[in-house]
């Protein structure tokens, strides 16, 4: 494996509907960058492996199914355990850049709470009123 450097804040802006980037892979970690534009909410899910987002830009709140929510910030860590369920939420007022890092190869798929395979987070065009997409990116 080659030695790589990458600068989040450099990174272009993901496609609408697309807010996971793969950045490095193997059979057992992956890691990624998360971009998602204010108002956007993925769906509660869950993974089979502990993982970490790092908020770089903007604010994320993490909602829990008890009804608890957490908020990060720039230079502020979430750590969540393999089988918990959350859902990101991106509440901040700019395009919100996290880092994740999962202790599982890419491409597994995430559950809900009864075990059902959770697909593509349609968010962005099933709720185009409440995300704040800037003019030129739509």
Same mark, same amino acid.
């Given at each position: 494996?080659?030695?790589?450097?990458?600068?989040?804040?450099?990174?272009?802006? /993901?496609? /609408?509907?697309?807010?996971?980037?793969? /950045? $490095?892979?193997?059979?057992h *970690? +992956?890691?990624?960058?998360?971009?998602?534009?204010?108002?956007?909410?993925? %769906?509660?899910?869950? +993974?089979?492996?502990?993982?970490? $987002?790092?908020?770089? #830009?903007?604010?994320?709140? *993490?909602?829990?199914?008890?009804?608890?929510?957490?908020?990060?910030? %720039?230079?502020?860590?979430?750590?969540?355990?393999?089988?918990?369920?959350? #859902?990101?939420?991106?509440?901040?007022?700019?395009?919100?850049? /996290?880092?994740?890092?999962?202790?599982?190869?890419?491409?597994?798929?995430? +559950?809900?709470?009864?075990? &059902?395979?959770?697909?593509?987070?349609t *968010?962005? *065009?099933? +709720?185009?009123? #409440?995300?704040?997409? %800037?003019?030129? &990116?739509?």
């Amino acid at each position: 494996m080659a030695v790589e450097f990458i600068d989040l804040l450099e990174e272009p802006e /993901l496609a /609408l509907g697309h807010s996971k980037k793969v /950045l $490095f892979g193997s059979d057992h *970690f +992956h890691t990624w960058v998360h971009g998602d534009y204010p108002g956007t909410k993925g %769906p509660m899910h869950k +993974h089979t492996a502990d993982q970490f $987002f790092y908020c770089v #830009q903007g604010q994320c709140t *993490f909602h829990f199914p008890d009804g608890t929510s957490k908020a990060i910030d %720039p230079g502020q860590l979430m750590v969540i355990p393999k089988e918990h369920l959350y #859902q990101l939420d991106n509440t901040g007022d700019v395009y919100m850049i /996290l880092l994740g890092a999962r202790a599982e190869p890419a491409g597994k798929p995430r +559950h809900d709470g009864k075990g &059902k395979e959770v697909g593509d987070n349609t *968010f962005v *065009f099933d +709720h185009p009123d #409440q995300v704040k997409i %800037p003019a030129g &990116k739509a």
